[in-house]
């Protein structure tokens, strides 16, 4: 099957084209990406003849459709304000689709356009990486053990061991840390101002303890839909003072902003200045990473909690950081699932609801990504 990553040469991409080519079902990796150089250099490291490369600007939508055609499904690991128009492109070319998901708002766009994804035929996985994706799919797991559900919280931790300003596209980074995250609370969604609900989390020891704030979570806008009654969802991100100092600093200068300026007498945008001349996320950080995801409700008559862990440390084979491994791995594993049809059910589905998660966690297992589980009662007297 061959297996078109748009975005490929970049630092998730790149992680989901090595997967794919050691992939034995897979016979082509088409590596899709505006930028020739990286793409060959990454072609280069693999030394795979299963590795292909093709020039994408997702901005052509003539090209994107038929470079789509060429492949039996896509795995898009490209910033997520290019998801929607990428989901019209894969309608158009009937292929399957799975990417690293919308920062909340996207996803609801995306959850939209679910009957234009049926009539076209083609099933959309967005949301496929560590979190939202993996997290998201052991939220369910835990959910469909309980006979009732109150609660999911989820969280995200790491350790950087090199110095490193950010290993995820800026735009990301910046949506997160501008917008401000949304909860689900009792039946609605709360927006909150950025850095909200700053706390201490309970990492895993590889990781340790750490301050998290509430993030713009994709998962809060899918899970209250999939997980029948449950009344709080959210998603609390490691939070660092350099980043919201950062931030202010941004904010105040008016490089945030997405109302055009004269400058030179052209109209420009601050915020995509400031998106054009960011670098490039730095993929090879070397660094710990994990999840957290807690789930409680009730069983047989009890309170019950059930608690999943997912932890690595930097990817020395693959040179890739724990970050961009965990999320990579995940966009691979779907992309094969959607190329060989095990995920049959039409229309935009959210991770948790496409992908059965014990073959899922089987595939992460021969990854060395092993997911740890713990669960506890209290009777309630």
């Given at each position: 099957?061959?297996?078109?990553?748009?975005?490929?040469?970049?630092?998730?991409?790149?992680?989901t084209?090595?997967?794919?080519?050691?992939?034995?079902?897979?016979?082509?990796?088409?590596?899709?990406?505006?930028?020739?150089?990286?793409?060959?250099?990454?072609?280069?490291s693999?030394?795979?003849?299963?590795v292909?490369?093709?020039?994408?600007?997702?901005?052509?939508?003539?090209?994107?459709?038929?470079?789509?055609?060429?492949?039996?499904?896509?795995?898009?690991a490209?910033?997520?304000?290019?998801?929607?128009?990428?989901?019209?492109?894969?309608?158009?070319?009937?292929?399957?689709?799975?990417?690293?998901?919308?920062?909340?708002?996207?996803?609801?766009?995306?959850l939209?356009l679910?009957?234009?994804?049926?009539?076209?035929?083609?099933?959309?996985?967005?949301?496929?990486?560590?979190?939202?994706?993996?997290?998201?799919?052991?939220?369910?797991y835990?959910a469909?053990?309980?006979?009732?559900?109150?609660?999911?919280?989820?969280?995200?931790?790491e350790v950087?061991?090199?110095?490193?300003?950010?290993?995820?596209?800026?735009?990301?980074?910046?949506?997160?840390?501008?917008?401000?995250?949304?909860?689900?609370?009792?039946?609605?969604?709360?927006?909150?101002?950025?850095?909200?609900?700053?706390?201490?989390?309970?990492?895993?020891?590889?990781?340790?303890?750490?301050?998290?704030?509430?993030?713009?979570?994709?998962?809060?806008?899918?899970?209250?839909?999939?997980?029948?009654?449950?009344?709080?969802?959210?998603?609390?991100?490691?939070?660092?003072?350099?980043?919201?100092?950062?931030?202010?600093?941004?904010?105040?200068?008016?490089?945030?902003?997405?109302?055009?300026?004269?400058f030179?007498?052209?109209?420009?945008?601050?915020?995509?200045?400031?998106?054009?001349?960011?670098?490039?996320?730095?993929?090879?950080?070397?660094?710990?990473?994990?999840?957290?995801?807690?789930?409680?409700?009730?069983?047989?008559?009890?309170k019950?909690r059930?608690?999943?862990?997912?932890?690595?440390?930097y990817?020395?084979?693959?040179?890739?950081?724990?970050?961009?491994?965990?999320?990579?791995?995940?966009?691979?594993?779907?992309?094969?699932?959607?190329?060989?049809?095990?995920?049959?059910?039409?229309?935009?589905?959210?991770?948790?609801?496409?992908?059965?998660?014990?073959?899922?966690?089987?595939?992460?297992?021969?990854?060395?990504?092993?997911?740890?589980?713990?669960?506890?009662?209290?009777?309630?007297?």
């Open positions: 099957m061959k297996v078109l990553v748009l975005g490929g040469a970049g630092a998730m991409g790149a992680v084209v090595r997967d794919l080519a050691q992939s034995p079902d897979v016979s082509n990796v088409i590596i899709g990406d505006v930028s020739i150089a990286r793409a060959n250099q990454l072609k280069s693999i030394g795979s003849e299963k292909s490369v093709t020039r994408v600007d997702v901005s052509n939508r003539s090209g994107l459709v038929e470079a789509m055609k060429e492949a039996d499904a896509v795995a898009n490209t910033p997520f304000n290019l998801n929607v128009q990428i989901m019209k492109a894969a309608m158009k070319a009937g292929r399957n689709l799975t990417d690293l998901g919308g920062v909340y708002h996207t996803t609801l766009e995306q939209e679910n009957e234009e994804a049926k009539e076209a035929g083609i099933t959309v996985v967005p949301g496929c990486g560590l979190a939202p994706g993996t997290a998201d799919i052991l939220a369910k835990g469909d053990k309980l006979d009732a559900v109150d609660e999911v919280h989820i969280k995200y931790g950087n061991l090199t110095p490193v300003k950010y290993k995820w596209s800026f735009r990301t980074v910046l949506e997160e840390y501008t917008t401000g995250p949304v909860v689900y609370r009792n039946g609605e969604y709360k927006k909150l101002l950025p850095f909200s609900g700053k706390q201490v989390v309970k990492f895993p020891e590889a990781i340790g303890e750490l301050t998290c704030c509430y993030g713009l979570y994709s998962g809060v806008a899918t899970l209250p839909r999939t997980i029948r009654g449950v009344k709080v969802v959210d998603c609390l991100m490691v939070h660092s003072k350099e980043d919201e100092q950062r931030i202010k600093v941004l904010n105040e200068m008016g490089l945030t902003s997405n109302e055009p300026i004269d030179r007498g052209k109209k420009i945008f601050p915020k995509e200045f400031l998106l054009r001349i960011a670098p490039p996320p730095d993929a090879e950080a070397k660094d710990v990473a994990g999840v957290i995801v807690e789930v409680t409700g009730m069983k047989s008559g009890e019950a059930c608690i999943y862990s997912v932890v690595l440390p990817h020395e084979k693959y040179g890739a950081s724990a970050l961009a491994y965990l999320t990579g791995v995940p966009l691979s594993i779907a992309g094969q699932m959607l190329a060989r049809g095990e995920i049959s059910d039409l229309g935009v589905l959210p991770p948790e609801a496409a992908v059965k998660p014990k073959p899922f966690f089987v595939e992460l297992s021969k990854r060395s990504i092993e997911i740890n589980e713990t669960s506890e009662t209290t009777r309630i007297l």
